[in-house]
């Protein structure tokens, strides 16, 4: 992606709302739309959306609008969505074992090897069809399945040390879920999910006209 270097990283956040809808339209056997049309779909203003994609060169046509399956493709493309990844869960709890059993990541290309975990009665067990190992054996997993990125669903104590042997089996991305802002080398990417925070703005939202009328 490297010709892609210099588009702000508000557009790419962007893209994976871009990347759904076009998904959609596809299902639908829709091929070609206009900004305006996307515009209306999506909540992004026309011109905001034309600004958007011609940072990845002349998808649009004047009078045409959006070829919708190079577009999709070239997004795909842009996300990464093209490759396949090897991860792993560590932390088979509640959201460990329910990010194991959404099987849509995988229709991405993101391929579950196995989850990890420290308690015995979990240790043994499958999720589906994927084994939940020994912690201990992370590293050494890791390191002999080239994972590349290590999902963390453990409790914030541990989520550091984690984190660390996720660096040092070099994978190249965590998703961490752990509520804690975790300190990897620059070799490895960070994506943190907090839910709590999107929470925390839909609590502001409705609280936002008290605020304003104060
Ligand atoms: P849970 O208690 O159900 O699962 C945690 C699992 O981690 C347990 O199975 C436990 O045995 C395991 N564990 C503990 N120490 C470990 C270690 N050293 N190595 C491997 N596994 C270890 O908790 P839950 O509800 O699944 O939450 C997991 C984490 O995700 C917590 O940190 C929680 O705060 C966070 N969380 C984050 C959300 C988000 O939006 N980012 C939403 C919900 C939870």
Known sequence: NRDYADVSMAVIRRLPKYHRYLKDLLDKEIYRISSRELSRMIGFTASQIRQDLNCFGGFGQQGYGYNV?????????????????????????????????????????????????VNPKLIGM??????????????????????????????KEVAQDIADKLTRA??????????????????????????????????????????LNK
């Open 170 to 211: 070099n994978v190249s991305g965590i998703w961490n879920f752990a509520p804690i802002d975790i300190k990897v080398p620059g070799n490895v990417t960070v994506e943190n999910v907090h839910l709590s925070e999107s929470l925390f703005i839909l609590s502001y939202l409705l609280n936002e006209k008290e605020y």
């Open 69 to 117: 399956e190079e577009l999709y493709n070239e997004i795909s493309k842009i996300l990464g969505l093209h490759k396949s990844y090897t991860t792993v869960i560590i932390g088979a709890g509640n959201l460990g074992q329910a990010i194991a059993n959404y099987p849509s990541f995988m229709k991405y290309g993101f391929k579950l090897l196995g989850l990890f975990d």
């Open 126 to 155: 499958k999720i589906r069809d994927i084994d939940i190992f020994d912690v201990d054996a992370l590293e050494e997993y890791v390191i002999k399945n080239n994972v590349e990125i290590g999902i963390i669903c453990t409790p």
